[in-house]
């Protein structure tokens, strides 16, 4: 009983934390988006919502969301797969694939600012190079979207490498040596033997990976600036230009995306420390 006391107290300030900074605020915005800027009793906040194309913002949210996963779990797997093996210059190729997780996520917006400008930008040169023709990355919104997750998935892809990467050297060695011995190449082994084992990391890291893009701020925030809107740049140029009242709606909506996928991973991930 003394030691669990102790462990308590030893993560009380954690809990503190957590619930000055995370919980206490998320329960204020709730609070705030249901009243009036006099403290009244209202759902307004929410229907003025639809004057700011919410259905839109959710929609860009989502694409964003779902498309960066996309980029990421495919560049990921190349990369993770190349990692697991033994080669010269691993040390050098695992360095350099994990340096953008340090890079700060300002410093990488405002170089893919630059990479993806429309006139004198890095990646229109790039294009010229091939005969091709400038592309104008911020000409409608898809485009712009794009840009934002190929950015976002420069920024986090060695995040999801990580984790996939721990679960492809946890996989035993013996099942690829009995399949090539059956026949089975370097594709079907990756699809019979590698995909399955690796379905958990996978979860993992979407899940993980998925709250954090539902949160993405500075990174669109600088590239795309309030067009098209995401969830998070609406709540904050609703705080910027009309009442908290009306941000706070916002956020609550945000609020209600990021708890769904956290409850989903407690699901999933929380599940296994149960004996």
């Not at 998320?26 to 009243?35: E, K, R």
């Not at 209202?42 to 989502?62: A, H, K, S």
């Not at 091939?130 to 911020?138: A, E, S, T, V």
């Not at 609020?255 to 296994?272: D, E, Q, W």
């Amino acid at each position: 009983m003394r030691s669990e006391v102790k462990y308590f107290l030893f993560t009380l300030p954690a809990i503190a934390y957590v619930a000055f900074f995370a919980f206490y605020p998320s329960i204020q915005a709730v609070i705030l988006s249901f009243q009036t800027t006099n403290g009244q009793f209202t759902l307004n906040n929410y229907e003025e919502l639809f004057y700011f194309n919410i259905y839109g913002t959710i929609e860009n949210t989502i694409i964003v969301t779902v498309g960066a996963l996309l980029i990421q779990l495919f560049l990921a797997l190349g990369i993770a797969s190349i990692l697991a093996r033994e080669f010269k210059g691993k040390n050098i190729f695992s360095t350099i694939s994990i340096i953008p997780l340090g890079v700060a996520t300002v410093v990488a917006a405002v170089t893919f600012s630059f990479i993806f400008q429309s006139v004198g930008g890095y990646a229109n040169s790039l294009l010229h190079l091939f005969g091709l023709k400038g592309i104008n990355w911020y000409s409608n919104d898809l485009i712009s979207l794009l840009v934002v997750m190929i950015s976002d998935s420069w920024k986090n892809t060695p995040l999801v490498t990580l984790i996939l990467l721990s679960g492809m050297l946890s996989i035993p060695k013996e099942l690829y040596y009995a399949a090539a011995l059956d026949g089975a190449g370097p594709f079907r082994r990756f699809i019979h033997i590698t995909l399955p084992n690796l379905k958990k990391f996978i979860a993992i890291a979407l899940i993980i990976r998925g709250v954090s893009e539902f949160n993405i701020f500075a990174l669109p925030l600088i590239i795309i600036g309030f067009h098209p809107l995401l969830l998070t740049t609406l709540a904050y140029e609703l705080y910027s230009t009309t009442t908290i009242n009306l941000s706070a709606a916002a956020a609550v909506i945000l609020l209600v995306f990021i708890s769904a996928l956290i409850a989903i991973n407690i699901k999933y991930a929380g599940g296994g420390g149960r004996r």
